[in-house]
């Protein structure tokens, strides 16, 4: 069986594309990952999310340990089986979803113990319970447990949660149950303090990972600063290991991470987006539910692929959202996961090409120059 591995084919400035090797498949980076919280991509069907170029999903550990369970998905035959979704899977930890979403949280060196937001059972998420979780859903890549700092925080208390988030780390690291081509990433935290994640970086490659996220940023620290912590991180960071930024983002947020060297992504946007009427388009966001769409006979997007473009008008689409139709979830979600992944592809030209700073220009201008309005 072929191991877990991280190729470089070319690189333009920090910007590199590459190929992570698995055992169910490669994944080009630089990489954008549907999210499928609770084992499906909302409003898609599987083989639909491949259809738009997408090589790996993501799954969220504390979601599907709540329902169905791990355990009964391992007893199904595992999340690539149960999802039908044979290519690669990553999970998260389910450290952000304790944090952000259960309730009466109590927080201590031990772990987490909670009570689900579902039903108000009570439950204990620690390293090790989240790699045994993990290895039950049968994820390719794993996340260590971690604790997603809050934004504003004190640096102080970014330093004591960055240090607990590093000790989670190493227990995690010794819970990892290894399997042919499975890894498990690390988490650099340390909120926007420089020094804070310099630590972090050099405390996880001390544990020695396969891979780097960069955790704590998109919850409301703003692009300029994101970016800030990106170029003094990612510096610390292995330079033959694949980097994943996490929870982000909008289109300019992915090309300028990937412009600092980030290799994966994930965020919910496209898919939540879609679900409510507004589309991603090269020339920026469309919302459907404007009355301008109304008799609009023209595709949402010329030259885009998707069936939504191919075969419907945006008079169609606008119909759709305003009646609360379930194919208008299915119809803009497909076109935004096709728009997101043809922004990688794209990306992942111009770097073979050497091109990357003028196609990174050429997008962020067109994004920036509004959706024509109707003839």
């Given at each position: 069986m072929t191991s877990f591995s991280f190729n470089i084919h070319a690189t333009d400035g920090q910007a590199r594309t590459g190929t992570i090797t698995t055992v169910r498949g490669d994944i080009r980076t630089p990489a954008f990952m549907p999210v499928?919280?609770?084992?499906?991509?909302?409003?898609?069907?599987?083989?639909?999310?491949?259809d738009t170029g997408a090589d790996i999903v993501l799954g969220n550990t504390y979601h599907l340990m709540l329902r169905p369970t791990a355990e009964r998905v391992a007893r199904l035959g595992g999340l690539h089986r149960l999802m039908n979704w044979p290519r690669p899977i990553l999970t998260d930890s389910g450290g952000f979803q304790v944090m952000s979403?259960?309730?009466?949280?109590?927080?201590?060196?031990?772990?987490?113990?909670?009570?689900?937001?579902?039903?108000?059972?009570?439950?204990?998420?620690?390293?090790?319970?989240?790699?045994?979780?993990?290895?039950?859903?049968?994820?390719?890549?794993?996340?260590?447990?971690?604790?997603?700092?809050?934004?504003?925080a004190s640096e102080a208390e970014a330093e004591s949660s960055m240090e607990l988030s590093m000790r989670w780390a190493k227990r995690s690291k010794a819970a990892f149950r290894e399997a042919p081509g499975r890894a498990l990433f690390g988490i650099v935290q340390g909120s926007i303090h420089p020094h804070l994640r310099e630590r972090s970086a050099h405390a996880l490659r001390d544990i020695d990972f396969p891979g780097y996220a960069v955790g704590g940023l998109a919850v409301g620290?703003?692009?300029?600063?994101?970016?800030?912590?990106?170029?003094?991180?990612?510096?610390?960071?292995?330079?033959?290991?694949?980097?994943?930024?996490?929870?982000?983002?909008?289109?300019?947020?992915?090309?300028?991470?990937?412009?600092?060297?980030?290799?994966?992504?994930?965020?919910?946007?496209?898919?939540?987006?879609?679900?409510?009427?507004?589309?991603?388009?090269?020339?920026?966001?469309?919302?459907?539910?404007?009355?301008?769409?109304?008799?609009?006979?023209?595709?949402?997007?010329?030259?885009?692929?998707?069936?939504?473009?191919?075969?419907?008008?945006?008079?169609?689409?606008?119909?759709?959202?305003?009646?609360?139709?379930?194919?208008?979830?299915?119809?803009?979600?497909?076109?935004?996961?096709?728009?997101?992944?043809?922004?990688?592809?794209g990306l992942r030209q111009a770097i073979s090409a050497q091109t990357l700073l003028e196609r990174a220009s050429s997008l962020q201008a067109q994004y920036g120059s509004g959706d024509i309005e109707p003839i």
């Amino acid at each position: 069986m072929t191991s877990f591995s991280f190729n470089i084919h070319a690189t333009d400035g920090q910007a590199r594309t590459g190929t992570i090797t698995t055992v169910r498949g490669d994944i080009r980076t630089p990489a954008f990952m549907p999210v499928g919280t609770v084992g499906t991509v909302k409003a898609m069907l599987p083989e639909s999310v491949r259809d738009t170029g997408a090589d790996i999903v993501l799954g969220n550990t504390y979601h599907l340990m709540l329902r169905p369970t791990a355990e009964r998905v391992a007893r199904l035959g595992g999340l690539h089986r149960l999802m039908n979704w044979p290519r690669p899977i990553l999970t998260d930890s389910g450290g952000f979803q304790v944090m952000s979403l259960a309730q009466l949280r109590k927080l201590d060196e031990t772990g987490v113990s909670f009570q689900s937001h579902i039903d108000g059972a009570k439950y204990d998420l620690t390293p090790e319970r989240s790699m045994e979780i993990q290895a039950l859903l049968g994820s390719d890549i794993h996340m260590v447990l971690d604790e997603c700092t809050p934004f504003p925080a004190s640096e102080a208390e970014a330093e004591s949660s960055m240090e607990l988030s590093m000790r989670w780390a190493k227990r995690s690291k010794a819970a990892f149950r290894e399997a042919p081509g499975r890894a498990l990433f690390g988490i650099v935290q340390g909120s926007i303090h420089p020094h804070l994640r310099e630590r972090s970086a050099h405390a996880l490659r001390d544990i020695d990972f396969p891979g780097y996220a960069v955790g704590g940023l998109a919850v409301g620290e703003g692009q300029a600063r994101m970016f800030e912590v990106l170029d003094f991180t990612v510096p610390h960071l292995p330079q033959e290991r694949p980097r994943y930024l996490m929870g982000v983002g909008k289109p300019g947020d992915i090309i300028g991470a990937v412009l600092r060297g980030i290799d994966m992504f994930d965020c919910v946007l496209p898919t939540r987006s879609g679900r409510n009427g507004q589309a991603f388009t090269k020339r920026g966001t469309v919302n459907l539910r404007n009355a301008r769409h109304t008799d609009d006979p023209r595709p949402l997007e010329d030259g885009c692929g998707c069936p939504a473009c191919r075969q419907y008008s945006r008079a169609y689409l606008h119909h759709l959202v305003k009646a609360e139709e379930i194919l208008a979830s299915m119809l803009i979600t497909w076109h935004n996961l096709t728009h997101y992944q043809g922004l990688m592809a794209g990306l992942r030209q111009a770097i073979s090409a050497q091109t990357l700073l003028e196609r990174a220009s050429s997008l962020q201008a067109q994004y920036g120059s509004g959706d024509i309005e109707p003839i």
